[in-house]
């Protein structure tokens, strides 16, 4: 049986070299990764698209923007939601979870 721990069996994250091609995937995957790694630029006390954040970038959590082993990575946020958060109170889903992140994180509050 294999370890579980072993190198071999860690995540590993699609290379952004194999972000689609194409016009709109392409863009969309792209602007996806920049929000994520510039979360405060969009969204945050000086946010370009909402000032209603609490000025966190996503990878402050998510290591290397989700993608690290071990660093609270994101290949099993679908497998992971609903769940019970004691920070909220409730079973959250996945988006409940993300807006939980933006408000409660400075906030204490969902």
Do not use: W
Request: proline content about 8%; aromatic content about 10%; hydrophobic content about 35%.
């Amino acid at each position: 049986m294999p370890e579980l721990f072993a190198p071999e069996n860690l995540y590993v994250a699609p290379d952004l070299s194999t972000i689609p091609n194409t016009e709109e995937e392409g863009k969309i995957i792209a602007y996806g990764h920049q929000l994520f790694i510039h979360t405060s630029k969009y969204f945050g006390p000086n946010g370009l698209v909402s000032k209603s954040h609490n000025g966190l970038n996503c990878q402050n959590c998510h290591l290397d923007a989700g993608t690290r082993p071990y660093g609270n990575n994101l290949a099993v946020v679908a497998t992971t939601y609903p769940m019970y958060l004691p920070r909220a109170g409730a079973v959250l889903n996945t988006p409940q979870k993300i807006n939980e992140c933006f408000c409660a994180a400075s906030t204490g509050k969902v």
